[in-house]
């Protein structure tokens, strides 16, 4: 009764009817095919399966009759056979969907990391030749050096010639020059003759008196 009565109520869902299939974790059942793949595509297997049917045709072609369990046509290794083809397929075919599936997000994610470096080299390209631009208007090292020794050789030059000139008048002032813009020192004559032109103008005037 009480299950009638939960059965009629329009409140609770209905439990799903049908045959329930059994469960199986897809992972696993793909780990399981392709490990059988792989040992099916060896060398092993098919030295393992000649030996086994070697020994099948043997044992049921030598052996007495009444220890025969597959006589002559071999229906039933034909029959195993059959069956180990019909699982062997399916197997390897799913372990080619995974290895295609692994294949496909290997692929998606070296397209993804191409794509990113790809911009990261045309980032790095353009700030390559923004600084370049920059550097080409500043400066070099090997420029600045230039410029410092060139101003260094003019200075001592100055200095050689300023030496020369103090040793050539030796407490002299130097007076500039009108429009050459050097300074010129003064005329020796003037210093040293100035004497003689006084006496000489005193001895002309006690002549003339």
Request: proline share 6%.
């Amino acid at each position: 009764m009480a299950e009638q009565r939960r059965a009629g109520r329009l409140d609770q869902p209905r439990e799903p009817r049908g045959v329930k299939l059994p469960r199986f974790d897809p992972e696993a059942f793909g780990r399981w095919s392709e490990g059988i793949a792989r040992s099916m595509g060896t060398a092993n297997f098919i030295v393992y399966m000649t030996l086994v049917i070697g020994i099948w045709f043997g044992w049921n072609t030598l052996a007495p009759p009444s220890v025969q369990f597959d006589p002559y046509t071999f229906t039933f290794l034909t029959l195993v056979l059959s069956l180990q083809a019909s699982y062997a397929a399916p197997l390897i075919l799913l372990a080619q969907n995974r290895q295609a599936d692994r294949d496909r997000v290997a692929l998606e994610e070296d397209r993804r990391r191409a794509t990113a470096q790809k911009a990261d080299t045309e980032y790095l390209a353009r700030e390559i030749a923004a600084l370049r631009i920059a550097l080409g208007e500043v400066a070099t090292r090997d420029f600045v050096r230039t410029e410092l020794a060139r101003l260094a050789e003019e200075l001592d030059e100055a200095n050689q010639r300023r030496q020369r000139l103090d040793r050539r008048q030796p407490g002299k002032p130097i007076r500039p020059a009108g429009s050459d813009g050097l300074a010129e020192p003064r005329d020796e004559l003037d210093g040293d003759f100035a004497p003689d032109r006084r006496e000489g103008s005193a001895t002309r005037h006690d002549s003339n008196g």
